[in-house]
């Protein structure tokens, strides 16, 4: 599972398996939505790059610091999310191990927390695997090229799963091993692999900082217990919270006009309680 740096095309394939469970899982909604999304994104490259009309696409809508630069103050901000759903077009492995581990952690993290709730999640680990890339990459790594690929928002997943449920078996290569070492497996290779290019002073062609980016947020939001809450949900309930408060203040003026008119008569409304009777009145 590794996100691609265009400088370096012709890398494939992928240091670590992605762990499975004994069963084959059901699909879950968001997760079937985002491989379909993903693979129709990668087929709609692949003609592309087939028709030599790849390369501005790549460097528009992937994660690319120079463009940031070159940009600057008038940032490609959608990029933090567009880059998320691109994967190196001159490989197939790119997408095939991310899509392995988002179907198999994908539809086990939604099944544990729901659709919105790993929405959410996922989203949120590839904005922060794109921050930090951004930060932490720049600073360390400033030459760099076009991150591509949903494995820091994967990652997040992987780390999310393993933390609220880290003594889960998994199988890595025909092993079963415990989910929580499986998540410090691939995240201590990333580890490895940024400390190593501080020593070398070149990176190896991987978007280190977006795989720990996006395992810092689904560690995070476990241990917070944000994974746990709905903002939809949250926003639904203040709405409703709101609606109640100001039918319960439109009644609690009603009654105070009502009194008006019995004590003075329609005569003594003023404009705008006269409005405001018909708006309630005409409200049911």
């Given at each position: 599972?590794?996100?691609?740096?265009?400088?370096?095309?012709?890398?494939?394939?992928?240091?670590?398996?992605?762990?499975?469970?004994?069963?084959?899982?059901?699909?879950?909604?968001?997760?079937?939505?985002?491989?379909?999304?993903?693979?129709?994104?990668?087929?709609?490259?692949?003609?592309?790059?087939?028709?030599?009309?790849?390369?501005?696409?790549?460097?528009?809508?992937?994660?690319?610091?120079?463009?940031?630069?070159?940009?600057?103050?008038?940032?490609?901000?959608w990029q933090v999310v567009t880059y998320g759903f691109l994967h190196s077009v001159r490989t197939p492995?790119?997408?095939?191990?991310?899509?392995?581990?988002?179907?198999?952690?994908?539809?086990?993290?939604?099944?544990?927390?729901?659709?919105?709730?790993?929405?959410?999640?996922?989203?949120?680990?590839?904005?922060?695997?794109?921050?930090?890339?951004?930060?932490?990459?720049?600073?360390?790594?400033?030459?760099?090229?076009?991150a591509l690929g949903a494995s820091g928002a994967v990652l997040g997943v992987v780390v999310a799963a393993?933390?609220?449920?880290?003594?889960?078996?998994?199988?890595?290569?025909?092993?079963?091993?415990?989910?929580?070492?499986?998540?410090?497996?691939?995240?201590?290779?990333?580890?490895?692999?940024?400390?190593?290019?501080?020593?070398?002073?070149?990176?190896?062609?991987?978007?280190?900082?977006?795989?720990?980016?996006?395992?810092?947020?689904?560690?995070?939001?476990?241990?917070?217990?944000?994974?746990?809450?709905?903002?939809?949900?949250?926003?639904?309930?203040?709405?409703?919270?709101?609606?109640?408060?100001?039918?319960?203040?439109?009644?609690?003026?009603?009654?105070?006009?009502?009194?008006?008119?019995?004590?003075?008569?329609?005569?003594?409304?003023?404009?705008?309680?006269?409005?405001?009777?018909?708006?309630?009145?005409?409200?049911?």
């Open positions: 599972m590794r996100d691609y740096l265009s400088r370096e095309p012709g890398e494939g394939g992928a240091p670590f398996d992605g762990g499975a469970h004994l069963a084959l899982p059901t699909l879950t909604p968001v997760t079937r939505a985002l491989l379909l999304v993903n693979a129709g994104v990668f087929a709609a490259g692949f003609l592309l790059w087939l028709a030599g009309l790849w390369a501005w696409p790549e460097r528009l809508l992937g994660l690319d610091r120079s463009l940031w630069a070159d940009w600057f103050p008038f940032a490609p901000v492995t790119h997408i095939l191990w991310n899509s392995l581990l988002l179907y198999f952690f994908g539809t086990m993290l939604e099944g544990l927390v729901g659709s919105r709730r790993f929405a959410v999640l996922y989203g949120g680990a590839m904005v922060s695997g794109a921050l930090a890339h951004l930060v932490f990459g720049g600073l360390l790594d400033p030459g760099g090229g076009v393993a933390a609220l449920r880290p003594a889960a078996q998994v199988l890595v290569l025909f092993i079963p091993v415990r989910l929580w070492f499986l998540a410090a497996l691939i995240v201590g290779f990333d580890l490895f692999a940024v400390l190593a290019s501080l020593r070398v002073g070149a990176g190896d062609g991987v978007a280190h900082w977006v795989h720990l980016g996006g395992a810092a947020w689904g560690f995070a939001a476990v241990r917070t217990g944000w994974i746990h809450r709905d903002p939809l949900r949250t926003l639904q309930l203040r709405r409703e919270a709101a609606r109640v408060a100001r039918r319960r203040g439109d009644e609690e003026r009603m009654d105070r006009l009502l009194e008006k008119i019995q004590r003075e008569g329609m005569g003594s409304l003023t404009r705008a309680e006269r409005e405001f009777l018909k708006r309630v009145s005409s409200r049911g």
